[in-house]
């Protein structure tokens, strides 16, 4: 049973094209992200959904949107792919909610879209 | 300059050494820190989590955090060969804000 999945696993296409990239918790959180992690290994943060409301949204490029449509899913869908783009792009989930209390922030991680632009 | 700096390594250890991993930051706004290990084609998993400044300790990994230095380390004893990975340390502000991560070092601990 995967914690928090993510389609495709690999995906390789042609600069200017739109794709899209699935992430899916099973484990009932409220917070998901998304991160790019490039060649080097650096991972860095992109956005950030609590109960479905944006709450983190760093300086990435417009053609990048964050759709939640519940809060099980984070959908990240990408528009006119640059060769900078190539990247493993990593789903998470955390059960903190913005009303705080006891919950840990501990963060799930998926296993990873590589995405390859041509 | 980057908030987070970590050593990328690569560090290479003989089985059963103990490996010392360090990260140094410079926003004092930062209060919890973690640990991640990444294996090859994987996402990252937590190994350590640390309020504050202090030690912690989980079977072969100890986790030290001094922040009047803005230091973190992580110590793994008897290191194996299943140690090998990449590490990379992450920090916050508080709970539930944006992680800061280092860019990990990758870990090969040789038979």
């Known amino acids: 049973d995967t914690a928090v999945s993510q389609t495709p696993k690999y995906l390789v296409t042609q600069m200017g094209n739109d794709k899209s990239i699935k992430c899916e918790q099973n484990l009932g959180h409220d917070t998901m992200y998304w991160y790019k992690q490039d060649s080097k290994k650096f991972l860095k943060i992109m956005f950030s959904y609590n109960n479905k409301e944006l709450i983190i949204n760093e300086t990435v490029p417009n053609r990048f949107s964050p759709k939640s449509p519940d809060k099980a899913h984070l959908n990240l869908h990408i528009n006119s792919l640059e060769l900078g783009d190539s990247a493993v792009y990593f789903c998470?989930?955390?059960?903190?909610?913005?009303?705080?209390?006891?919950?840990?922030?501990?963060?799930?991680f998926g296993p990873g879209t590589r995405l390859t632009v041509l | 300059q980057k908030e987070v700096e970590q050593d990328p390594g690569p560090l290479s250890v003989p089985e059963g050494a103990i490996v010392s991993l360090n990260c140094t930051y410079s926003?004092?706004?930062?209060?919890?820190f973690m640990w991640y290990r990444q294996y090859s084609r994987k996402g990252p998993e937590l190994l350590m989590y640390t309020y504050s400044s202090g030690n912690k300790e989980d079977g072969r990994f100890t986790a030290q955090v001094d922040k009047s230095s803005k230091y973190i380390s992580l110590f793994i004893r008897d290191s194996q060969p299943s140690d090998s990975a990449t590490y990379l340390c992450?920090?916050?502000?508080?709970?539930?804000?944006?992680?800061?991560f280092g860019e990990g070092t990758q870990l090969t601990v040789n038979p």
């Open positions: 992450a920090m916050s502000a508080s709970r539930g804000s944006r992680l800061t």
């Open positions: 926003n004092s706004a930062f209060q919890y």
């Open positions: 998470a989930s955390s059960p903190w909610t913005s009303g705080g209390g006891s919950s840990t922030d501990t963060q799930y």
